[in-house]
């Protein structure tokens, strides 16, 4: 762990990440295997330079380990509804572990019979959804996954809140080593990049939010208070609903609005399910394997050859590789997390639980 | 057939336009199969009020028969390359009849195994993807499809044509009789929108476009020889490159630029493919079945219950209802279909074929 050139910055190894996640957790109460599998999620998403899904997601973990909302020791169990439709009930623990426990089946699911889903049920989704997929995509699969994030979105058209931030993440087993793979709220902003304008003190772009009185607001607290808005108009709208009704009743779980009514209003995430789909290109008819990947290549390239794009993945992969010789963390949450387990905050653990 | 009040508007009931498609493509010299599905499709269409996808589309699908791009006689085939994954190869004809070849294959694979795919490979599409999935919502699935448009949009960030205008549609089995679904361009504006603007001289909305200048133009002429943009950013723009990829390469067929390559220039659709995804909710694990449709009612019913939202399917359901006592149709259209069949035509098509 050593000070970077940016004074309130502190570069630590991707194996330091790791630790501290895992030892902050496990002194907070959490079973061993959450806390590796968590470990394991932040660390990747920090040598991303996902910030908000990296250790900074830590202080939320903790927060629903220490009020008792998610299971401390809770192990998912696999079912197999059929072949190709399979369950891991996550039994209210966090989804890293449940995630870990389904993916490896829905690959070798694909793989035999072309397609397959998965649903992790009743479980505490904190994770960036592209880091879900991820395995499914090295596997040589296209894939998606989607969850439904808290309840603060109103459809288009409308002010009051009834949807959740509700992302989707898609991937394609190409180029090699840096697969295309998109993920996004289907809202207009996530909720955290308005706490962070609040926090700064900036106005909002137009568009993204209502306030209470259901007038267009810029005014971070006014959207939080009210509702913030689906991207893209009435077409983000119904993919948000989609996502709605797939990630909740289709697979049998809550609705953001269900899961609201449950919240203990902790700093983690809400109850919920998450849903995947994977497809093996390799199964279908008409071009070679060789060929689609080819034809999708060349996409790709076109893309990238034009001034002004860039593909969803580049900057986290470009991230990725810096990454390999540590992270730089702000010094203020590093010292955060530290007092997570100082002998004070140990004390209101035992207090609390 | 009878004169309206609207004085260049006339009144065709369902089955006059069911004859009148049917009838007309014959004449043009399309098997009877295909003219028959295709009078099935474009009668949805019309009762609906889509009229993008009613009787104007057989001006472009009388042009593609007598072009020769599509088969005229060709029998679409169904093969199965796993119990979940269904192949209909149309051999180059038009994509009704290969849906209807199809799409009971898949509604029975995903009741049976809760998952389940399906492409049609190498076929002319022209129909509305909303009517393609419905008989499986209406069957108790959720599903989407999913096909590549002609190649006119940039990526976000970009200025030149690369990708289609790319549709997706889903559709959730409730509410009964007028399931949720969604069909949208995933690009700004439909093409044919544009094309719209420019004969009626209006100006286009700010963000639809390019001019192949790649400036932003509001002039639509300037946008049909630059590019078309995404809708919603760089989100918008993600999904259309996914549906690139999964219309196209996912399932061995044609890319919107690849079948842009192959293109006759007539007044008809591009060649390539379609790709379906339908899921049986009572495979899932979780609530009861009927606890889940009651659920997606809550939301639908809490949806419309704040002013100013629609649900994305309720513009056609009410239609839907008025076209039992038939549908207007501009007298100047019904003119140009009739002059499709006279025998000055009819010459043109031998000396032509």
């Given at each position: ?26 002194a ?100 960036a ?70 926090r ?25 208070a ?60 008409g ?17 990238r ?17 810096r ?31």
């Open positions: 762990m050593t000070r970077s050139h940016t004074p309130d910055m502190v570069r630590l190894g991707l194996d330091e990440v790791h630790d501290l996640t895992r030892d902050t957790l496990r907070a109460g959490l079973g061993a295997a959450h806390a590796a599998a968590i470990a394991r999620s932040i660390t990747r998403a920090q040598a991303d330079e996902c910030h908000s899904h990296g250790l900074y997601r830590l202080l939320g973990y903790v927060d629903s380990v220490r009020s008792g909302k998610a299971e401390r020791e809770a192990l998912p169990v696999l079912a197999r509804a059929t072949p190709v439709v399979l369950r891991v009930d996550a039994k209210r623990g966090f989804a890293p572990l449940a995630i870990e426990a389904g993916v490896p089946a829905l690959i070798e699911a694909a793989k035999t019979y072309g397609i397959a889903a998965l649903a992790i049920h009743d479980c505490y989704h904190f994770s959804l592209w880091a879900d997929i991820e395995p499914a995509i090295e596997a040589g699969l296209a894939a998606w996954c989607f969850t439904v994030g808290q309840c603060c979105v109103a459809p288009a058209g409308g002010t009051a809140p009834l949807m959740g931030t509700n992302p989707i993440a898609f991937g394609w087993p190409g180029p090699q080593d840096r697969p295309f793979i998109f993920d996004f709220a289907t809202s207009a902003a996530a909720r955290g990049e308005v706490e962070l304008k609040r700064a003190g900036e106005a909002l772009p137009a568009g993204w939010a209502v306030g209470p009185d259901g007038a267009p607001t810029t005014d971070p607290a006014a959207a939080l009210g509702a913030l808005l689906p991207f893209g108009g009435h077409k983000g709208s119904a993919l948000s609903m989609m996502v709605e009704l797939i990630a909740g009743p289709l697979i049998g779980d809550l609705t953001s609005r269900q899961a609201k009514a449950v919240e203990n209003g902790d700093a983690g995430p809400p109850l919920g399910g998450e849903l995947f789909i994977a497809i093996d290109p390799a199964v279908f008819g071009a070679t394997l060789a060929q689609r990947m080819s034809d999708a290549q060349e996409l790709f390239a076109l893309a050859a034009q001034p002004g794009v860039r593909l969803p993945s580049e900057r986290r992969y470009a991230a990725r590789a990454s390999a010789g540590g992270v730089l963390i702000p010094a203020g949450l590093l010292q955060e997390i530290r007092t997570l387990t100082s002998p004070h905050a140990a004390a209101e653990r035992t207090e609390g639980g």
